[in-house]
């Protein structure tokens, strides 16, 4: 299976923008995937 598009409609700070230790802050995305299976697969 693979990802043959990928379609992104927002972005924003995940928990506040609170900064998770070494790591720093994270961001949440919205949006969907779309993906491609194979007739092996069906």
């Known amino acids: 299976m693979a ?3 990928l379609e992104v409609t927002g972005r924003s ?5 609170q900064s998770f ?3 720093g802050a ?3 995305f919205e ?3 779309g993906f491609a299976i ?3 697969y069906a």
């Open 31 to 33: 949006g969907a995937v």
């Open 38 to 40: 194979g007739a092996t």
């Open 26 to 28: 994270h961001e949440l």
């Open 21 to 23: 230790e070494d790591v």
């Open 3 to 5: 990802v043959v598009k």
């Open 13 to 17: 700070p995940y928990a506040g923008g």
